[in-house]
């Protein structure tokens, strides 16, 4: 059975296409878009919330920013503490029902089987640094 549902994983894998391409913005739209590299300072589960983790996030300035992302279904908090992420840093503020507010967006890459995968830098740099 196991060796079945390898065959079967290998398959869909092989067989998967990346998903439409969303339609064309303009240079100058993309360039409003501020993405930095911040590092996970803290992460945690968000309490009765079980899609969502809260990160204190140094973005390089002295308070640093809390985002909360929903991803705590595929990375367990420990994982993520001391990795250096790829972040949106001027989204407006998303007050959650639990009174939370996330002041960015962490990037994500989605794998073909619905997975993900935080997006990180090849070498640290420091926090609040453009992607340009």
Not at 9 to 23: D, T
Not at 46 to 60: C, E, H, S
Not at 70 to 88: C, D, N, R, S
Not at 92 to 98: D, E, L
Request: glycine share 8%; proline share 5%; net charge neutral.
């Amino acid at each position: 059975m196991d060796k079945l549902e390898a065959t079967l994983k290998a398959n869909a894998e092989a067989n998967a296409e990346a998903a439409p391409v969303k339609p064309t913005v303009s240079f100058d739209d993309f360039q409003k878009v501020d993405i930095r590299v911040g590092t996970v300072m803290e992460c945690e589960r968000v309490p009765k919330m079980k899609k969502l983790l809260q990160f204190k996030i140094d973005d390089g300035t002295p308070h640093g920013r809390t985002i909360v992302s929903g991803i705590a279904q595929h990375y367990e908090p420990e994982q993520l503490v001391g990795k250096q992420v790829l972040f949106i840093a001027n989204l407006a503020p998303r007050q959650f029902k639990n009174g939370l507010v996330s002041q960015g967006m962490i990037l994500s890459a989605e794998n073909w089987d619905g997975s993900l995968s935080v997006t990180t830098v090849e070498r640290n740099v420091k926090g609040g640094s453009i992607v340009c």
